[in-house]
Nanobody, 113 residues
Framework: VQLQASGGGWVQAGGSLRLSCAAS????????VGWFRQAPGKEREFVAE???????SYADSVKGRFTISRDNAKKSVYLQMDSLKPEDTAVYYC????????WGQGTQVTVSS
């Protein structure tokens, strides 16, 4: 299983970014996929998840600002991030659990005030 995250970058507060996670080595449509993030000096935390049927869940801190979606044909999951805040600055990781956790390499998101 391999996960490739992309789409991070630098943006001013209030701006938007769209992250992508491309998966390979698995029957993608069978699994839920999540996004997590880790800020400097902090533990990795849950951001959002999309189930195999398309159901979604979000951390309270991003609810109403972030939207997770998936395209099973492209084996990809996306995280649309709007109204970004400086506290959203972190490395963002996509995750799949298949007997164990699989993580992508992470993509840096920096939001300046």
């Amino acid at each position: 299983v391999q996960l490739q995250a992309s789409g991070g970058g630098w943006v001013q507060a209030g701006g938007s970014l769209r992250l992508s996670c491309a998966a390979s080595g698995l029957t993608f449509s069978r699994y839920a996929v999540g996004w997590f993030r880790q800020a400097p000096g902090k533990e990795r935390e849950f951001v959002a998840e999309i189930s195999r049927s398309g159901g979604t869940s979000y951390a309270d801190s991003v609810k109403g600002r972030f939207t997770i979606s998936r395209d099973n044909a492209k084996k990809s999951v996306y995280l649309q991030m709007d109204s970004l805040k400086p506290e959203d600055t972190a490395v963002y990781y996509c995750n799949v659990f298949i007997s164990r956790d699989y993580w992508g390499q992470g993509t840096q998101v920096t939001v300046s005030s």
